[in-house]
């Protein structure tokens, strides 16, 4: 016997448009329908719902979209890639911010890590080392947070370490959703020596971060879940 969608709905909080459009988004199978055009979901299509709603918080809803049709095409092993590439990210931003938070402690922001690194470098190179995308370093330099100055040769944009760690900096705190103007405004604070916004503003950023390793982790475990009702594991 199917499940209606109004059922599924009120168990997991929503709405049975917000059903429709997932199946809209081709994250769950279709759906059957009745000879009257009802839709007739399965324990297959509550175990995708189920899982999308626990992934969202931690993941997004673009990481759930790849995961989600993956595991429709049986890619068992590519859709946990994408969910461990996303986890090792967060595991770094919270190691940046713990390492950023002592050195602010200090307050030696300017000598931290020079030692034997590279001082002049691309922005290709820059995008690699921080994992932060080319488009987004050039986007920051657009709105005014970042000031970047080019090869007087070539035109090209070039990088110093200062900057490889405002870029690092911008980084962990748009991951805890700061304003860019937040953000311009302790890049501001920093080149003057005032850690204690940048102090307070990481500590936060730490707490989000821990915040999000336990939405990411209710997440994979619905991931497991939707992988036993679908005989992938």
């Given at each position: 016997?199917?499940?209606?969608?109004?059922?599924?709905?009120?168990?997991?909080?929503?709405?049975?448009?917000?059903?429709?459009?997932?199946?809209?988004?081709?994250?769950?199978?279709?759906?059957?329908?009745?000879?009257?055009?009802?839709?007739?979901?399965?324990?297959?299509?509550?175990?995708?719902?189920?899982?999308?709603?626990?992934?969202?918080?931690?993941?997004?809803?673009?990481?759930?979209?790849?995961?989600?049709?993956?595991?429709?095409?049986?890619?068992?092993?590519?859709?946990?890639?994408?969910?461990?590439?996303?986890?090792?990210?967060?595991?770094?931003?919270?190691?940046?911010?713990?390492?950023?938070?002592?050195?602010?402690?200090?307050?030696?922001?300017?000598?931290?890590?020079?030692?034997?690194?590279?001082?002049?470098?691309?922005?290709?190179?820059?995008?690699?080392?921080?994992?932060?995308?080319?488009?987004a370093i050039?986007?920051?330099?657009?709105?005014?947070?970042?000031?970047?100055?080019?090869?007087?040769?070539?035109?090209?944009?070039?990088?110093?370490?200062?900057?490889?760690?405002?870029?690092?900096i911008i980084?962990?705190l748009r991951?805890?959703?700061?304003?860019?103007?937040?953000?311009?405004?302790?890049?501001?604070?920093?080149?003057?020596?005032?850690?204690?916004?940048?102090?307070?503003?990481?500590?936060?950023?730490?707490?989000?971060?821990?915040?999000?390793?336990?939405?990411?982790?209710?997440?994979?475990?619905?991931?497991?879940?939707?992988?036993?009702?679908?005989?992938?594991?």
């Amino acid at each position: 016997m199917g499940i209606r969608p109004i059922e599924i709905a009120r168990k997991l909080g929503i709405s049975t448009s917000a059903l429709r459009h997932y199946e809209s988004w081709g994250i769950v199978p279709p759906a059957e329908r009745t000879a009257s055009g009802y839709r007739i979901y399965t324990e297959e299509h509550a175990a995708y719902f189920e899982c999308i709603r626990a992934m969202f918080p931690g993941f997004g809803v673009d990481v759930t979209k790849k995961v989600m049709k993956k595991l429709q095409e049986k890619e068992l092993d590519e859709a946990l890639w994408i969910i461990n590439e996303v986890q090792a990210r967060l595991h770094r931003d919270k190691t940046l911010a713990e390492r950023t938070i002592r050195i602010l402690d200090t307050e030696q922001l300017d000598d931290a890590d020079t030692h034997g690194r590279k001082d002049k470098m691309t922005i290709g190179e820059v995008a690699a080392e921080t994992g932060v995308e080319a488009t987004a370093i050039r986007h920051w330099e657009k709105e005014g947070v970042i000031t970047l100055p080019r090869d007087e040769e070539n035109g090209y944009r070039t990088f110093n370490r200062a900057l490889v760690r405002q870029i690092l900096i911008i980084r962990i705190l748009r991951s805890a959703n700061y304003p860019l103007e937040v953000i311009k405004d302790v890049l501001q604070e920093l080149q003057h020596h005032q850690v204690h916004n940048a102090r307070r503003l990481f500590k936060e950023t730490l707490v989000y971060l821990n915040h999000l390793n336990h939405h990411q982790i209710r997440g994979v475990h619905y991931v497991y879940r939707l992988c036993e009702v679908l005989k992938l594991i």
